[in-house]
């Protein structure tokens, strides 16, 4: 907490937080002082960089395949989608990028359970409803449609909350895997693999498209 005769202009911090995709607030308490509060959005994958600053996407022949595969990606942070879209294209995966559980609903509502992503990679903190609650109506929606166990939508919760306890709410929420940011890409696409299956055990009625749409 910092009293309001403060050594730093407000103005230049507020600018350099947005920059970098935060957020900046102040809250002023009378006869306490004034507390600034800065929060940054944590990497999604643990990439290295290339000499321009871009992170830079294994290509090792080591790593599986997501050809033909429909992904959907959901983070409200725009870089954050970017990049885990980045690390999924390259290994040929055809990703839908979101920002909002709203959207996704409203996606996944107006779309035949045929035309459903093969696996949701999904944030918790999200602005409008958290992952956890996301995840609980997708679920929802799945149990109003009679849609099988099996060819319910597998998901991964891919978050900056890696407490213990976070991995528990986050499967009982319904999501098979849970990730820390920053992630390792080859730990990504291992648990993707390793849910999805084969290349050849693609779900039947779907196409896939090489098109990302990614909304905001």
Not at 14 to 35: C, D, L, N, S
Not at 159 to 164: L, Q
Not at 186 to 203: K, N, Q, S
């Amino acid at each position: 907490m910092l009293g309001t005769s403060h050594p730093f202009d407000i103005a230049d911090l507020r600018k350099v937080v947005e920059e970098h995709h935060g957020r900046f607030t102040v809250q002023h308490q009378k006869g306490v002082g004034t507390t600034y509060a800065v929060a940054l959005p944590l990497r999604a994958v643990d990439l290295p960089a290339d000499s321009h600053g871009r992170p830079k996407v294994a290509q090792s022949q080591e790593l599986p395949s997501l050809g033909g595969r429909r992904i959907l990606v959901v983070d409200d942070h725009e870089d954050a989608r970017e990049v885990v879209a980045a690390v999924l294209e390259e290994r040929g995966a055809a990703v839908e990028a979101l920002a909002t559980g709203s959207a996704v609903l409203e996606r996944l509502r107006g779309s035949a359970n045929t035309e459903w992503p093969d696996l949701l990679v999904c944030d918790i903190g999200l602005p409008d409803l958290d992952g956890y609650a996301l995840l609980r109506d997708v679920r929802r929606i799945e149990a109003e449609r009679e849609t099988p166990l099996a060819a319910r939508i597998p998901a991964i919760a891919l978050t900056g909350f890696a407490h213990a306890e976070d991995r528990t709410r986050a499967l009982l929420a319904g999501f098979q895997i849970h990730l820390a940011k920053p992630v390792d890409p080859r730990e990504l696409l291992a648990a993707i693999a390793g849910l999805l299956g084969p290349v050849e055990g693609i779900r039947s009625g779907h196409e896939t498209s090489p098109a990302r749409n990614n909304h905001k």
